[in-house]
């Protein structure tokens, strides 16, 4: 391990605590303990039409964050962007200005045959090719999810009937691969699906002390795609009805985790 990385240590002050953050534009009071990060700003409207007394607090450089009330509880929503880099400054933000739980909630691609566009990801793990925690941590660090917060997931998802997978998700940095052995590798782990965020927000909440999972809808099955060796990067179903569908299941679960798990906290548990 580098010997800057082996001294760098996550107990200390950031010193922006509280203040008003530089990407992100809020300060302390602007979100509540619990928030949605979607990468996709179009997702923050999805979230914010759920809430009630909600309101738009800042909007900067493609992070837009929204905050209101879900069942008697504060929940804010911020859009993170698209890949670990951009993420990981929007997550070390909402956490210097009292984020305690964050749950995200994202698009995915399936690597094993038998998921379907629709169905849900709740990773108990990540593989962490996501580009930036290499600098926060070495490589045989784990990326894992609160288990607290990934068992509200689960349950919420059992509650709402819909096709769900855990396991092993990949978060990597190269969307438009050619290659399909870059693909086919982790099919052959049984890696269940693949996105660019999670192991990011994971590894960054277990180093600063809060909570944090994901849930994925599946937008398209790239081991399929990978087949025969000629990789097809399209996004075939991105406009399915059943898309939709688990994309408004998973942002219901999401903020009915974030609800239970804040009240963990409030009673003490951590
Ligand atoms: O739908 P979001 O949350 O953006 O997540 C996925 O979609 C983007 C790629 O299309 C990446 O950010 C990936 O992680
Ligand atoms: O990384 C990703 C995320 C969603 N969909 C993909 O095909 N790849």
Redesign the pocket.
């Known amino acids: 391990m580098e010997h800057w990385l082996a001294a760098v240590d996550y107990t200390q002050p950031t010193h922006t605590e509280g203040l008003e953050q530089y990407h992100i534009r809020c300060k302390k009071g602007d979100i509540g303990k619990a928030v949605i990060v979607?990468?996709?700003q179009s997702?923050v409207k999805m979230v914010a039409d759920l809430l009630s007394e909600v309101k738009e607090v800042a909007d900067n450089r493609g992070m837009i964050t929204y905050t209101g009330i879900y069942r008697d509880t504060r929940i804010s929503v911020t859009s993170t962007?698209?890949?670990g880099p951009s993420a990981a400054i929007a997550y070390e933000e909402l956490i210097n200005v009292g984020a305690e739980v964050l749950v995200?909630?994202?698009?995915?691609a399936a690597l094993q045959p038998e998921i379907a566009p629709g169905d849900l990801s709740i990773p108990y793990g990540c593989i962490r090719d996501d580009g930036v925690t290499p600098y926060y941590v070495p490589q045989n660090f784990p990326a894992v999810p609160d288990p607290e917060l990934y068992q509200s997931l689960v349950r919420n998802a059992e509650k709402q009937g819909i096709r769900y997978w855990k396991g092993i998700n990949w978060t990597h940095s190269a969307?438009y691969s050619r290659s399909p052995e870059y693909f086919l590798q982790w099919s052959r782990k049984r890696v269940v699906t693949m996105?660019?965020?999670a192991a990011t927000l994971m590894t960054i909440a277990y180093l600063r002390g809060v909570s944090a999972a994901f849930i994925?809808t599946v937008f398209e099955n790239r081991q399929k795609q990978a087949e025969g060796h000629r990789m097809d990067l399209s996004?075939p179903s991105y406009k399915k009805p059943e898309v939709a569908t688990g994309v408004e299941a998973s942002v219901k679960i999401a903020l009915d985790a974030c609800v239970e798990r804040v009240s963990q906290i409030q009673g003490g548990e951590q």
Do not use: A, H, N, T
Not at 104 to 108: A, D, E, F, N, T
């Open positions: 979607p990468g996709d997702r962007g698209m890949g995200r909630v994202g698009s995915v969307f996105e660019m965020e994925g996004v």
